[in-house]
């Protein structure tokens, strides 16, 4: 009854947004040894695209956000989202003749995150129950919250993408898209298109064994070369923030979770 009752909580945090859903992906990824399989399998289907929400709803965030002027330098926006994820989706516009993508924020996201994370913490406690393991949460918890703030103002994600930027340089490996200060603000993310496939869906087109050892040499040495010379990691291990592009460059989209750590910790 109460393995039931815990696949009826995590069921329905796939229809949430917010912070329920985003730490309900963490928690997927993290938590593995201490819950049973089939509450896995559950908070495991988190980690793919979220429903998006109407378009009425994203227009106000970015008349709120960004304002009217500038929401009209967005030409020929696209009502669809291409992407949608835990906190916000992805939109194509094109902004003074380019192509551009605008991440945007679903409504009330930062209020929620307090009472999203206690929500997520009865269903933890349920998911441990069932198992008949012991975990202390607490310190989970507090680093989604941590987290979950952050990525919750797109401003800070755009400085740290901003820095991310400078250190990959003009690598032929890796590729960021640049962020347009003048047209983001707190909720409101715009930045230069990437042309790409989706690591998954490239994954599953079935690429040759040369192509697929460059990729994960690609992403070995880029967590190697954040954490060791850079101390800036993005930590966000979700597949649909990475584009393999056409030269087989690997594009990172998301630097909402990026976290620093200091030389000594790193030593």
């Known amino acids: 009854a109460r393995l039931e ?19 309900g992906q963490l928690l997927s990824i993290d938590a593995g040894d201490y819950f049973p399989p089939e509450a896995m399998e559950i908070l495991g289907k988190l980690q793919a695209s979220a429903n998006p929400i109407n378009f009425e709803e994203i227009h106000r965030v970015l008349i709120e956000d960004i304002g009217e002027e500038k929401f009209g330098d967005l030409e020929d926006f696209e009502t669809a989202p291409i ?3 835990s906190i916000g989706q992805v939109h194509r516009a094109r902004l003074f003749g380019h192509n551009v993508a605008v991440k945007v924020q679903y409504p009330g996201v930062s209020e929620s995150i ?8 009865k269903v933890a406690k349920s998911f441990m129950g ?4 012991e975990m202390d949460l607490q310190p989970l918890f507090t680093e989604f919250q941590r987290v979950l703030e952050q990525e919750a103002d797109y401003r800070i994600e ?10 990959v340089g003009d690598s032929n490996l890796y590729r960021v898209p640049e962020p347009i200060e003048s047209h983001s603000a707190r909720r409101a993310l715009t930045m230069t298109w990437a042309e790409g496939t989706g690591l998954e869906t490239w994954l599953r087109s079935r690429p040759p064994i040369e192509r697929r050892e460059k990729i994960a040499r690609s992403l070995l040495d880029l967590f190697c070369q954040e954490f060791f010379d850079w101390g800036l990691v993005q930590t966000d291990p979700n597949f649909a923030n990475f584009l393999i592009a056409p030269d087989d460059a690997l594009v ?16």
């Open 83 to 85: 992407a949608a994820a």
């Open 158 to 167: 755009l400085g740290l993408m901003r820095e991310y930027r400078k250190f």
């Open 252 to 267: 990172i989209l998301d630097f909402g979770a990026t976290l620093r750590y200091d030389e000594e910790f790193r030593r």
């Open 114 to 121: 307090e009472s999203d994370l206690k929500i997520l913490r």
């Open 5 to 23: 009752q815990a696949k009826l909580i995590a069921e329905s945090l796939s229809q949430m947004k917010g912070a329920a859903m985003k730490a």
């Open 130 to 133: 069932v198992s008949g393991k």
